[in-house]
């Protein structure tokens, strides 16, 4: 299946969650919530999700105030798949209901650097707080730009992998 075939299922199938109404959206107690987002934050940043989505965090020795954490980059990615670049996960969370986030993350494969492997082989519970804590973060910044095919050149700056050996 190609990867437009792929998004358009996807994107079927999360319309459809979208109309249904899930056990998991029902309000939790305060203080379940509460450490629910807290766990969230400890594996987000245990986990190197600020590496990316974070602009400058990685070289700020992780010094980036947490208001201004997972917001996208502009800086891409570039190898022989194209050029991707961090989603804004603010933006983006605040967009899909907690289902959908789960079935995008155990059914989709996200190109390359973004290990979509290490977030499959979480747990559910896990990849819930995630989702939590970064909404609780609530909006902020702009969309990342759009992921460029490998025949058109990106603007700097971008990191260059080398094509994988024969």
Not at 16 to 43: E, L, M, N, T, W
Not at 136 to 159: C, I, M, R
Request: proline residues 11%; hydrophobic residues 40%; charged residues 20%.
């Amino acid at each position: 299946m190609t990867c437009l075939a792929r998004s358009t299922v996807a994107f079927a199938v999360l319309s459809a969650f979208a109309c249904v109404v899930h056990a998991a959206d029902a309000p939790k107690s305060q203080a379940a919530a509460s450490k629910d987002v807290d766990r969230g934050r400890y594996i987000v940043q245990t986990s190197g999700c600020n590496d990316c989505h974070t602009p400058g965090y990685a070289a700020a020795g992780g010094k980036v105030d947490e208001k201004d954490w997972l917001v996208g980059d502009r800086l891409g990615w570039r190898g022989p798949w194209g050029t991707t670049y961090p989603v804004n996960l603010r933006l983006f969370m605040q967009k899909v209901s907690e289902p959908e986030w789960l079935y995008v993350v155990k059914s989709e494969e996200m190109r390359p650097p973004m290990p979509w492997f290490s977030l499959r082989a979480m747990t559910d519970a896990d990849l819930r707080a995630v989702y939590r804590y970064i909404r609780s973060l609530g909006p902020a910044g702009t969309e990342a730009p759009a992921f460029l095919p490998p025949d058109q050149e990106p603007k700097p700056p971008y990191v260059q992998f080398p094509a994988p050996p024969k």
